[in-house]
T-cell receptor, first 117, second 111 residues
Framework: GAVVSQHPSRVICKSGTSVKIECRSL??????MFWYRQFPKQSLMLMAT?????????EQGVEKDKFLINHASLTLSTLTVTSAHPEDSSFYIC?????????????FGQGTRLTVV | GQQVMQIPQYQHVQEGEDFTTYCNSS?????IQWYKQRPGGHPVFLIQ?????EVKKQKRLTFQFGEAKKNSSLHITATQTTDVGTYFC???????????FGPGTRLSVLP
């Protein structure tokens, strides 16, 4: 099946610094990618929809200036957590679909476990 | 707003016992998808159901889509330790381009 690669898998950063997470579709083009946040033992919470060549669409309650999303190419979307704080520590996962957005399976990246100290 | 609910939240079974998780949507769904997330891993697609009353099987897993297309179930026969993980159902958003995920059912299988 299609592969979505996410990097890094784990990152520890100091409070106040910024962290960039990359999400790549390795064998298909993804005009749309999705970024999720998952707290321990909880479900996936959609943060934003990343659209190639245009601004991301953020879910209600997600600060767009704090979670910067860039989708500069058909195979790469990045999420930058700016001025990270301990409460931003979480598991961040991206996903993409190969075809019609609501008619095909989602392929997920491996996830990034962010720890802010 | 649109909600997708799952029960139970947790299930502990002895290896060899059966397991069922139920998914209910507040709205009618055009389709429903099921994912499995192993501990420490990422969600992996299992199946998609589209038709009302549809039943699909994957080895020991049986998936069902309700007649009203508002509920679904996943049944595992004779669980094995490899079945451990969290099972999520997901339905298309009423708006937008994404799926709404249920809270998941975490399955533990005791050997």
């Amino acid at each position: 099946g299609a592969v979505v690669s996410q990097h890094p898998s784990r990152v520890i950063c100091k409070s106040g610094t910024s962290v960039k997470i990359e999400c790549r579709s390795l064998d298909f083009q993804a005009t749309t990618m999705f970024w999720y946040r998952q707290f321990p033992k909880q479900s996936l919470m959609l943060m934003a929809t990343s659209n190639e060549g245009s601004k991301a669409t953020y879910e209600q309650g997600v600060e767009k200036d704090k979670f910067l999303i860039n989708h500069a190419s058909l195979t790469l979307s990045t999420l930058t957590v700016t001025s990270a704080h301990p409460e931003d520590s979480s598991f961040y996962i991206c996903s993409a679909r190969t075809g019609s957005l609501l008619d095909t399976e989602a392929f997920f990246g491996q996830g990034t476990r962010l720890t802010v100290v | 707003g649109q909600q997708v609910m799952q029960i139970p939240q947790y299930q502990h079974v002895q290896e060899g016992e059966d397991f069922t998780t139920y998914c209910n949507s507040s709205t009618t769904l055009s389709n429903i998808q099921w994912y499995k997330q192993r501990p420490g891993g990422h969600p992996v697609f299992l199946i998609q159901l589209v038709k009302s009353g549809e039943v699909k099987k994957q080895k020991r897993l049986t998936f069902q889509f309700g007649e009203a297309k508002k509920n679904s179930s996943l049944h595992i026969t004779a669980t094995q330790t490899t079945d451990v993980g969290t099972y999520f159902c997901a339905g298309p958003q009423n708006y937008g381009q994404n799926f709404v995920f249920g809270p998941g059912t975490r399955l533990s299988v005791l050997p």
